[in-house]
């Protein structure tokens, strides 16, 4: 499959949002990108309801919408373009959603969309090993930084002058009185 010239990857991937801590697509953006209607998209899912349980598909609430609508809706044009609360999909809803299309071009960009949640899944997953390493460095560090308190305590009690008369130490000439 050869990739499109005119949608670059990122701008994909600026049309994923999370929402309840999982990562979807609305339905706006899928029917842009699958090219037809939104209207058509929620019909086909609506009538395919059986292949969306809410893992793979669920609608946003009135108060989700709003905070939605207010941290990614900039323009008039776009508030216009979304007056009820959009279909939500998670990576396997997009799947799902190809197949109910079932057109070349829906197969075409679901695959595309898949890979970038691959890389995606993947990035996450290499950050979490740098954390889990970072991690295990800090309780070295830790554990490295009592030790060295240690030593430096030691190190001043050595130093210190001890508290009373200190007695000479060494030999002493019997005979000498």
């Known amino acids: 499959m050869a990739k499109s010239k005119t949608l670059p990857d990122e701008i ?3 049309k994923i949002y999370v929402m309840r801590d999982q990562k979807v697509m609305i339905d706006r953006d899928l029917a842009e990108l699958y090219g037809v209607d939104t209207k058509v998209l ?7 309801a059986e292949r969306f349980p809410p893992d793979f598909m669920f609608e946003m609430t009135g108060k989700e919408f709003k905070r939605w609508g207010k941290e990614n809706l900039t323009t008039s044009a776009d508030i216009q373009g979304l007056r009820y609360a959009p279909f939500c ?3 396997q809803g997009v799947t799902m959603l190809s197949c109910v299309l079932n057109s070349r071009k829906a197969v075409d960009v679901n695959i595309r969309i898949i890979r970038i949640f691959t890389r995606m899944r993947e990035t996450v997953l290499t950050h979490k090993d740098i954390l889990l390493k970072l991690e295990k ?9 009592d030790d060295i308190k240690v030593i430096f305590d030691y190190m001043k009690e ?3 002058p001890a508290s009373g008369p200190m007695t000479k130490i060494g030999f002493k000439q019997i005979g000498d009185a």
């Open 158 to 160: 050595l130093l210190e």
């Open 12 to 14: 994909i991937i600026g």
């Open 137 to 145: 460095l800090e309780k070295s560090l830790m554990q490295h930084d």
């Open 89 to 91: 999909f998670t990576e």
């Open 42 to 48: 929620k019909q086909a899912v609506r009538r395919n």
